[in-house]
């Protein structure tokens, strides 16, 4: 069929723009009804299993990845913006699964100006790529409103989940003069003893909306809760299908976490020396996670005698290095909010307990994103996935403090930190 210039505009106007193409054969691409953004040139690390595609396109529509590949097989639609990427690694947004928004600076989200509010959430995380974060402990309708408000789009931030309060053993809160000097807000913990506590408390937070339960198992100020309190809380918690979170002090209260059945290790112990056989054989058993949190530590130890500070360091990477060993899974976390938010300590400290870049890696992306239930939305660049992307100004597979050398920051394929350098 021929067509004129006037004919064809007659029959888009008749019967809609959208046939046009197959009548007039002159459109190899149809022009996108939403707007495509690819980041053309840079070394992608699709997952951290897979050899890095060199030359790459990550092609995105619509806050979903659409194509990746090299520049030779990915095809760029017309009107597509096109970010250069030349010289650049790109992988899957990272998770920090283990952060806090219990400081000052966070109370009252709701009235906080947005402006002010984003560019709290880029100096703490996204600047450093963290487009998912897990905050595990603070006041919980306080995190709801910030989620709230950056769900909306009035503030620019990562997806966070939250276990709201954390529930602890009768009189571990620290005293209010303590929390004034560590800069949080204050606010009532659920105390528990007794599974019967242990169940009302959960259930009220997860009725609430919280996304995980937090157990400290023990205080240097009380009690250590009972086996049948965290089971009761890990009961109810999975009922619903959430994650149950400890925070341990020592080996016997990584042990009696995981008998009562919880998902995460939130920390290291190193104040009760190695690991032994038992505790790794009982996490691996029953398939827990462990977040190492080791600047935590350090930071912790900085005002002790050298001596001191190197033994928190030898025996935290030594029960890191065991867990890795015994094929243990990660979590990358921090601990944000309890110390200094740049994360580059860390890595090179996972490093040096001998974790590789492809399984820090997987801390950051694959492991949290199969952990919480989102490996069919995060964690990979492959097409079909939300595209939470970071955009590194070298290769960490070279240099791990690279992971905060962050030049983009994409939350469903938008741009939410822009390095000024």
Not at 283 to 299: D, F, G, N, Q
Request: hydrophobic share 40%; proline share 5%.
């Amino acid at each position: 069929m021929h067509c004129t210039r006037n004919t064809a505009a007659v029959l888009t106007m008749l019967l809609g723009s959208a046939i046009l193409p197959a009548l007039t054969g002159t459109l190899a691409i149809e022009e996108p009804s939403e707007a495509y953004l690819a980041l053309v040139g840079g070394t992608v690390y699709v997952s951290p299993t897979e050899q890095p595609i060199r030359d790459g396109v990550v092609l995105i529509r619509g806050g979903n990845i659409a194509a990746v590949g090299n520049r030779a097989q990915v095809q760029i639609p017309r009107s597509t913006q096109v970010l250069d990427c030349s010289g650049l690694t790109i992988t899957a947004g990272f998770w920090n699964s283990h952060v806090h928004f219990f400081e000052r600076k966070w109370a009252n989200a709701a009235t906080i100006p947005a402006r002010e509010l984003t560019r709290q959430l880029q100096e703490m995380l996204t600047r450093y790529g963290f487009t998912s974060v897990f905050d595990l402990g603070s006041m919980w309708e306080n995190t709801r409103k910030l989620r709230d408000r950056i769900e909306s789009g009035e503030v620019t931030g990562p997806r966070i989940r939250s276990t709201g309060e954390a529930l602890l053993p009768p009189g571990a809160l620290p005293s209010e003069q303590v929390l004034n000097l560590m800069g949080t807000i204050k606010f009532p913990a659920p105390e528990i003893a007794d599974a019967a506590q242990a169940t009302a408390a959960s259930r009220k937070l997860l009725d609430e909306g919280v996304d995980g339960i937090k157990l400290f198992v023990s205080s240097p100020r009380s009690p250590s809760l009972p086996g049948s309190a965290i089971e009761a809380a890990v009961s109810e918690a999975h009922r619903v299908g959430k994650p149950v979170f400890v925070h341990p002090n020592s080996g016997a209260d990584v042990v009696a976490a995981v008998r009562g059945g919880v998902d995460v290790i939130a920390h290291t112990t190193p104040h009760c020396g190695r690991w032994d056989e038992t505790i790794l054989v009982a996490m691996k058993e029953r398939k827990v996670a462990l977040t190492p949190t080791l600047t935590l530590w350090k930071y912790y130890a900085r005002h002790d005698r050298l001596s001191a500070q190197d033994l928190i360091v030898i025996t935290e990477l030594g029960q890191l290095r065991a867990w890795v060993a015994s094929g243990g899974t990660v979590l990358f976390g921090t601990d944000l909010g309890a110390v200094e938010y740049d994360p580059a300590e860390e890595y090179a400290l996972m490093a040096e307990a001998g974790m590789s870049f492809p399984q820090i890696l997987a801390s950051l992306t694959t492991a949290p994103a199969e952990r919480f239930g989102e490996s069919k939305q995060l964690g990979q660049i492959v097409a079909g996935l939300q595209a939470d992307l970071v955009v590194l100004k070298d290769d960490p597979a070279k240099n791990i403090r690279a992971l905060t050398s962050v030049k983009y920051t994409l939350r469903a394929g938008k741009i939410i930190y822009r390095s000024s350098e």
